[in-house]
């Protein structure tokens, strides 16, 4: 079955700096792969997600990217700020014929002010 | 307004209780799951239900029991609590699949501790 790898598991940056968390997956027709957000005490929360036909899609201050080839895909945060700060994962779709997200094992990013 | 609400929010029990934990969403989605979530934060599938009907049972213990009396609520009934047991769980909705997408809306979560 579909396994998600996310990397790093945590990530420390300065107000304003760039963060990136990278993913691969496994099964190559997965076709749709979403970012969650999760902050202290609440459920993961959808930010930006990208469709196997598109190779960037950006919404603000954050940007993802997927190279089908090479089965990975990031996300790009730039200009970060505190409140950026949570747990953040990737997912993929696998081609089950079943509505199911596979996470990946998450990226604690702190900004520090 | 709470799209996707469970109850409680807090449970803590004895080995060896059975407890429930409920769930409601008022999205008129179709499809609703449970998820948990374990001490190192990675979140996993247990179960999936279509219009009341299990369509993902991820080997999860049969101690575990959801049930759907219909498409707004799917509890999680558990049995004979253990230990490991304890985690996070976390509801989920989405609406009908759409050319492959799958946007899922997740609860508040429900903190299990099982003493």
């Known amino acids: 079955g579909e396994n998600v790898e996310q990397h790093p598991s945590t990530l420390s940056v300065q107000e304003g700096d760039s963060a990136v968390i990278k993913c691969t997956y496994s099964?190559?027709?997965?076709?749709?792969f979403p970012w969650y957000k999760q902050e202290l005490g609440k459920g993961p929360q959808l930010i930006i997600d990208?469709?196997?036909?598109?190779g960037e899609k950006k919404d603000q201050r954050i940007a993802v990217t997927l190279n089908k080839t090479a089965k990975h895909f990031s996300l790009h945060i730039t200009e970060t700020q505190p409140e950026d700060s949570a747990v953040y994962f990737c997912?993929?779709?696998?081609?089950?014929?079943?509505?199911?997200?596979?996470f990946g094992t998450g990226t604690r990013l702190l900004v520090s002010p | 307004d709470t799209a996707v609400s469970q109850t409680p929010k807090y449970l803590v029990t004895q080995m060896g209780n059975d407890k429930s934990i409920k769930c409601e969403q008022n999205?008129?989605?179709?499809?609703m799951y449970w998820y948990k979530q374990d001490s190192k934060k990675f979140l996993k599938i247990m179960f999936s239900?279509?219009?009341?009907?299990?369509?993902i049972n991820e080997t999860v213990p049969n101690r575990f029991s959801p049930k759907s009396p219909d498409k707004a609520h799917l509890n999680l009934h558990i049995n004979s609590l253990e230990l490991g047991d304890s985690a996070v769980y976390f509801c989920a909705s989405s609406p009908r699949d759409s050319g492959g997408e799958n946007i899922q809306y997740f609860g508040a979560g429900t903190r299990l501790s099982v003493l």
């Open positions: 997912a993929a779709v696998p081609n089950t014929g079943f509505q199911k997200l596979v």
């Open positions: 099964d190559s027709a997965s076709n749709y």
């Open positions: 239900y279509n219009n009341k009907e299990l369509i």
């Open positions: 990208i469709r196997s036909n598109v």
């Open positions: 999205l008129g989605h179709d499809t």
